[in-house]
């Protein structure tokens, strides 16, 4: 069974930086869009950033936009956190996309559209 888990969590400061990491175990999941989703407390899960399969075309939310970035290498997905926040506190999820080598038009922001997902890893920024 595959089972994607994340790292690189911590505590930063305002104005900081993380880098957190997704590996997934049992198979690579490969031709599948990758994302990452987070959950602050008392939040429901909102979308941060994906890339797709195919082209490496990136999306995110505009929350984010200008400080984070979405990469993958080898297998592994990345997502660079610069000039965090306070409100980027959260629980941060990385997940895969449900169909593989999907080529339609589809809406990859939205949960629905993964079926795999990590555990989860802390991310807290103090003001």
């Known amino acids: 069974q595959v089972q994607l888990v994340e790292s690189g969590g911590g505590l930063a400061q305002t104005g900081g930086s993380l880098r957190l990491s997704c590996a997934a175990s049992?198979?690579?999941?490969?031709?599948?869009?990758k994302g990452w989703f987070r959950q602050a407390p008392g939040k429901e899960r909102e979308f941060v950033a994906v890339i797709v399969w195919s082209g490496g075309h990136t999306y995110y939310a505009d929350s984010v936009k200008g400080r984070f970035t979405i990469s993958r290498d080898n297998g592994l997905v990345y997502l660079q956190m610069n000039s965090l926040k306070p409100e980027d506190t959260a629980v941060y999820y990385c997940a895969a996309g449900r169909l593989q080598y999907y080529t339609a038009p589809y809406d990859p922001t939205q949960g629905d559209e993964y079926s795999y997902w990590g555990q989860g890893t802390q991310v807290t920024v103090s003001s």
């Open positions: 049992g198979r690579t999941l490969s031709g599948r869009a």
